[in-house]
């Protein structure tokens, strides 16, 4: 358990549509990281969010977007929802970069299938 | 760029030992990790090593050298649950965002 947690499990659209995906970071952690991890692939970095702010972005289009609130718990919206979107959603919580190690403690993700 | 490599399958026996390598470009050098992924489940962390040379945690250990760019997790003694992917991970040059490998899948047999 890493105090990392995601909803929901599992999700199904259709092509077009739009999702909100949500993550609660573990207690101390002030920076969230989401990843996209398709079916026998290594995550791929989208974005990071630091003070509720994007601290660095993937490769990925500007229909996927994000928000932290002051909480640290952040979401990740996606719009215009294609099929390639069909992943394993993971966040992940740490300390602010500097911290020694900055180790980075996942979620159990959200299993998203476009259809 | 932060190409990672490391092979896609292995298979060892239970109570055996088994050597996972990763290989990545050394420019910007940040640390590298070693995370652990269950089918369906979240990557957890194993290790991070940002100096050369073997770090030992219990039946795992991990191994760095940076001159050469090469990193391999070290498994012993090993057991049925072990098998899961193995994700080889380098933050980016400036910042902790991390480039992970396409993870080497381990399968434990009798």
């Known amino acids: 358990e890493t105090g990392v947690t995601q909803s929901p499990t599992h999700l199904i659209k259709t092509r077009g549509q739009q999702v909100t995906l949500r993550c609660s970071s573990q207690?101390?952690?002030?920076?969230v990281s989401w990843y996209q991890q398709a079916l026998g692939q290594g995550p791929q970095f989208i974005f990071q969010?630091?003070?509720?702010?994007?601290?660095g972005r993937g490769n990925f289009p500007p229909r996927f977007s994000g928000l932290q609130f002051p909480n640290y718990s952040s979401e990740l919206n996606v719009n215009a929802l294609e099929l390639d979107d069909s992943a394993l959603y993971l966040c992940?919580?740490?300390?602010?970069?500097?911290?020694?190690?900055?180790?980075?403690?996942f979620g159990a993700g959200t299993r998203l299938s476009v259809l | 760029g932060q190409n990672i490599d490391q092979p896609t399958e292995m298979t060892a026996t239970e109570g055996a030992i088994v050597q996972i390598n990763c290989t990545y470009q050394?420019?910007?050098?940040?640390?590298l990790f070693w995370y652990q992924q269950h089918a369906g489940e979240a990557p957890t962390f194993l290790s991070y090593?940002?100096?050369?040379g073997l770090e030992e945690k219990g039946r795992f250990s991990s191994f760095l050298s940076r001159s050469k760019g090469y990193s391999y997790l070290l498994l012993k003694e090993l057991q049925m649950k072990d098998s899961a992917s193995y994700l080889c991970?380098?933050?980016?040059?400036?910042?902790?965002?991390?480039?992970f490998g396409k993870g080497t899948k381990l399968s434990v047999i009798p």
């Open positions: 050394t420019s910007g050098f940040n640390g």
């Open positions: 991970a380098k933050p980016g040059a400036g910042s902790y965002q991390l480039t």
């Open positions: 207690s101390g952690h002030n920076t």
């Open positions: 992940a919580s740490s300390l602010p970069s500097g911290t020694a190690k900055n180790i980075q403690y």
């Open positions: 090593n940002v100096l050369d």
């Open positions: 969010y630091y003070r509720e702010e994007e601290n």
